[in-house]
């Protein structure tokens, strides 16, 4: 024998490849989003967006990525009764941040504005790097 061994090649498990399958969708759109929070942004300041289209661009963008994740997730029964009916509790919530964002957003300059969106940037580029281990 000349040294080389020859192996049975690994068959996967039934259903392995259509599990596989169903993970990028599941999977890949909360990290696009998340990167592309920082990255979004820093293109807008470089495109000299005022604050408001920055804010109302962003929005937009993250509102169709967010509806975009609904025909992978509820195949995979990830939406059920209850988690509904807790989302329908958080609604006053959402309502009191969009209330107090929008005033706490009035108060800084575009100059200012645009210092805290780096910092901002700035750190979840930084959190998504350490989380993934780089």
Do not use: C, H
């Not at 080389?4 to 909360?30: E, I, K, T």
């Not at 509806?67 to 059920?80: E, W």
């Not at 957003?105 to 281990?133: K, N, S, Y």
Request: hydrophobic content about 55%; cysteine-free; proline content about 8%.
């Amino acid at each position: 024998m000349s040294g080389v061994a020859f192996r049975r090649p690994v068959r996967s498990a039934p259903g392995l490849a259509r599990r596989q399958a169903l993970v990028w969708p599941r999977a890949s759109p909360p990290y696009l989003a998340n990167a592309a929070g920082p990255v979004m942004n820093l293109y807008s300041l470089a495109k000299r967006f005022p604050k408001e289209q920055l804010i109302g661009t962003g929005a937009w963008f993250f509102l169709v990525v967010n509806v975009s994740k609904v025909p992978f997730y509820a195949p995979l029964s990830l939406f059920s009764r209850q988690s509904l009916w807790f989302d329908l509790g958080l609604l006053p919530a959402v309502i009191l941040g969009a209330v107090i964002g929008r005033r706490i957003f009035a108060v800084p300059a575009q100059r200012v504005f645009a210092v805290i969106v780096l910092v901002f940037a700035t750190l979840a580029a930084l959190a998504l790097i350490i989380r993934t281990g780089w």
